[in-house]
């Protein structure tokens, strides 16, 4: 062979060994690092020979703002150096934010509730990695084609900019870790008014899952939260014109609120979730699941047991059944007694809500309160009352159940649609007739609807499929996934470009 040859043959063997290595074919992977794939302009794309660059972000502010204005010019910064990065650098940033929610659940749960003193303590870093857990990222976005005699069109999933976002104080950092893998996979950034009661650790979450991004891709911002949140900046996060998407969690009072801002917004409103026991049910199994549900975090979650409807047949054995489960049961009296403490009606009518002593406390708090005493491992109080009592009515979010004596089941669940106030959240069956099921699930009209299971089953846990800390229920997007938060954008290359 000569020497000629030798070279060529080294050139050859070379290639191959780089195509095999990088598992690209020897073309360039895409950037998981600090390298902008794609330069911009102000007004979006150019292309890469133009030579621009990505915009540089705000640095060290790691997302803590206490003006709008300057949360969101950060945040838009923020947002257009993301879209020019690759998808793997953004599944990167939403794989920080799910590590920090798992590495450090315990801690950030401990400051969790050290902050809003609501719920029960272990559960605070369990929904921590709960959220790591469920928090879909850029496997969630979906590509739509037509394929045809006219030629090829592709349907994709933009970004909508920079969101607002407003969290509860019943699950603050969760829902913004949530929210911010949710949306920064889908090519947005976000400015959050978290709940005043929760606003610390919601600045130091968004804190550490910015100063990781940066680190990592050398992005600042893409999470901004007010640190000194009042209803004057939600209202000007509500109008401020660079913002183009509103994502709500809380109450029927802020989704008003959102709804009248003139801008998109998705609302993961309240809910009065009720629950149908028929005289098919498995009345152990219903017992079991119905503490599991209601006991999760006191009774917080918005999708919990908040209200029994049992058929009058099995009554009495549902009742024995859930004292053998663990919960504790009061008397009529004390049921009224508790309604009086943990229920306010509104004077000028409408639907009672909670009053905030005694949202998400402990059983034993509760008891106390109206002179009962009960076992320190008990986790849930019970009893029977009226489907008018302010138990039933009120979103009572809370360590006690109240139980309805119904005539029949068509009555359960005139009383359970009536209960969920149209909210379309989520409605509970123990039954085992297919169709005492189908009954009451065209009844109800609810986002989520769970048979024979917690209400936790119908948002991934211990149920099939995928969860999130809001489920848009009032404006019907559901359980939000990054797809949710993104615009449809179709893209037709005409007579060209099919290959078949
Ligand atoms: P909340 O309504 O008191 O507060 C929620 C958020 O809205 C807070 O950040 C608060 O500061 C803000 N807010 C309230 N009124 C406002 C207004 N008029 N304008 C602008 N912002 C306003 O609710 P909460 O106690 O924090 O959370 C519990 C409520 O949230 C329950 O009703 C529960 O069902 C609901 N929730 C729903 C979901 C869901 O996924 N659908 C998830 C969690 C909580």
Not at 196 to 214: D, T
Not at 262 to 289: E, F, Q, T, Y
Request: proline share 5%; glycine share 10%; aromatic share 6%.
């Amino acid at each position: 062979m000569t020497e000629q040859n030798d070279q060529v043959v080294r050139q050859l063997v070379e290639k191959v060994l780089q195509h095999v290595e990088s598992g690209w074919g020897g073309r360039v992977a895409p950037a998981t690092g600090k390298g902008a794939s794609k330069p911009i302009t102000s007004s979006g794309y150019v292309p890469a020979s133009s030579g621009s660059a990505a915009p540089a972000t705000t640095t060290n502010r790691f997302g803590q703002f206490t003006n709008v204005d300057d949360a969101v010019a950060a945040a838009k910064t923020a947002q257009r150096a993301l879209v020019c990065r690759s998808l793997a650098q953004r599944e990167s940033a939403c794989e920080l934010i799910r590590q920090i929610c798992r590495d450090q659940a315990v801690e950030l749960g401990r400051m969790e509730f050290a902050e809003t003193k609501i719920g029960h303590a272990p559960h605070k870093a369990q929904k921590l990695q709960v959220a790591a857990d469920c928090a879909m990222g850029t496997e969630a976005l979906k590509t739509g084609c037509f394929s045809g005699d006219y030629g090829i069109t592709l349907e994709e999933a933009g970004p909508w900019g920079v969101i607002g976002v407003i969290t509860p104080v019943t699950h603050s950092l969760p829902t913004l870790a949530v929210n911010a893998v949710n949306m920064i996979a889908a090519g947005n950034s976000l400015v959050c008014n978290p709940h005043p009661s929760g606003k610390k650790i919601a600045a130091y979450g968004a804190m550490l899952f910015n100063k990781a991004i940066y680190e990592k891709l050398g992005i600042d911002n893409l999470i901004c939260v007010i640190t000194e949140p009042t209803l004057e900046s939600a209202n000007q996060i509500f109008s401020h014109s660079d913002v183009g998407l509103l994502v709500v969690t809380g109450g029927p009072g802020v989704v008003a609120a959102a709804l009248r801002s003139g801008k998109r917004a998705i609302c993961a409103g309240p809910g009065n979730p009720p629950v149908v026991v028929d005289a098919s049910a498995d009345l152990d199994n219903a017992a079991r699941c119905i503490i599991e549900g209601a006991t999760y975090d006191n009774n917080l979650l918005c999708l919990a047991e908040k209200e029994v409807f049992v058929v009058s047949s099995v009554f009495d054995q549902m009742m024995d059944a859930m004292s053998r489960a663990g919960a504790h049961r009061l008397t009529p009296q004390q049921m009224d007694q508790l309604a009086g403490k943990c229920i306010a009606s509104p004077s000028g009518g409408g639907i009672p809500h909670a009053v905030k002593e005694f949202v998400g406390a402990e059983p034993q708090a509760l008891a106390q309160a109206i002179g009962v005493s009960i076992s320190p491992s008990c986790r849930l109080l019970y009893g029977q009352t009226d489907a008018t009592s302010p138990l039933v009515q009120g979103e009572q979010m809370t360590s006690v159940l109240p139980f309805v004596k119904c005539d029949s089941f068509e009555q359960a669940v005139d009383l359970a649609v009536e209960a969920e106030h149209g909210f379309r959240h989520t409605s509970i069956i123990h039954s085992r007739l297919v169709d005492h099921m189908t009954y009451m699930g065209k009844a109800m009209n609810t986002t989520l609807f769970v048979k024979n299971g917690p209400s936790l089953a119908g948002n991934g846990g211990g149920g099939e499929g995928y969860g999130t800390f809001s489920i848009a229920c009032s404006t019907g997007e559901g359980i939000t996934t990054p797809m949710t938060f993104t615009r449809f954008r179709r893209c037709t290359m005409v007579e060209n470009l099919r290959i078949i």
